[in-house]
């Protein structure tokens, strides 16, 4: 019996010395396109005229990935950025106050993927969803001295491909889509509100070390 639990102890020992060797963890750095597709509900508030509305412009920022594979498929990642600056000018019956809004976005991003083929692959396309968390920060407008945009939890899905040159360097390229909805508030001589639905494109492409 004790050579048998002793047996059944170096076969677990063995295989779980392996799933270690297997799992990886891997650094991503590049740029992002951050494209907004953002639409809003109209600006409401006393003495706004009719048809009063906001665009919300795009971004471009530098991003940060943190990944490690749980098996030789299926792994995680953490995706961090420089929050990029987002900017908005109004629309409809009230454009020609032009920009209204500056705002900063921290949007850290978790993800499960599944890579196809085989870790020793040059090439390795992957599909993921996820979660994102989406902070608004240095929110400021020409328009009110105090303005507030509420945080964002919202799904995410993403596809890419890594490309590795070496056993440690190596290249790749995703898209992702995100939700994100904030609800505004700007308190100045009126009280203006409404809400931006973003539904961001984010294109990101870079350079990739694994260990």
Known sequence: MNNKFHGMAVACGLMLAAS????????KIGVTRYDTHAKTSGISGIGVP?????????ATTMIFV???ALTPNIGVELVLGVPPKIKSRAAGTVAFLGEVLEAKNVAPTLLVNYHFGQPGD???????VG????????VKSPLAEHVE???SVGPTAQAGIDY???????????VAAVKVKSDLVA????????????????????ISYRF
């Open 187 to 206: 308190q100045g001589s009126t009280v203006l509100k409404t809400t931006i639905d973003f539904r961001p494109i984010v294109y990101s492409a870079g």
């Open 66 to 68: 943190l990944g490690h």
């Open 131 to 138: 979660i994102n968390y989406t902070r608004f920060t240095g």
């Open 164 to 174: 590795y040159f070496s056993k440690e360097w190596g290249a790749f390229a995703s």
């Open 149 to 151: 945009m509420s945080d």
């Open 50 to 58: 009719a048809g009063a509305d906001a665009t919300v412009g795009d």
């Open 20 to 27: 270690v060797v297997q799992a990886q963890t891997s650094i």
């Open 122 to 128: 040059a090439w390795r396309p992957y599909a993921g």
